[in-house]
Nanobody, 128 residues
């Protein structure tokens, strides 16, 4: 079992930056692959970024590649999402997710149903 708590959301102007944090409970943080997803009103939840549990390999949606960076700090049991060059289209609720299941292939990291644990979400609003 792991509990996830996101923070760092807020209102920012287009072109600005935010850093989201996701603090995980428990002492087995390194056994979980971690992901960030987002969901805007009336839309399906979509993949943003993920990081595996061992090598630190990262995965990104095409829409955020080059602008967002996911990282993890095992000493703090925390995963981060650094978001730069934000656009109004990035406005959404951002969710942190974790899975202890083995994921194989990049597509497995992008699928919400492969993650068993979710945070409560944090709102990110980008004004134009």
């Amino acid at each position: 079992q792991v509990q996830l708590v996101e923070s760092g959301g807020g209102l920012v102007q287009a072109g600005g930056s935010l850093r989201l944090s996701c603090a995980a409970s428990g002492r087995t943080f390194n056994t979980y692959a971690m992901g960030w997803f987002r969901q805007a009103p009336g839309k399906e939840r979509e993949f943003v970024a993920a990081i595996n549990r061992s090598s630190g390999r990262t995965y990104y949606a095409d829409s955020v590649k080059g602008r967002f960076t996911i990282s993890r700090d095992s000493a703090k049991n925390t995963v981060y999402l650094q978001m730069n060059s934000l656009e109004p289209e990035d406005t959404s609720i951002y969710y942190c997710a974790a899975t202890s299941s083995g994921l194989y292939g990049s597509s497995s990291y992008t699928t919400p149903r492969n993650y068993g644990y979710w945070g409560q979400g944090t709102q990110v609003t980008v004004s134009s």
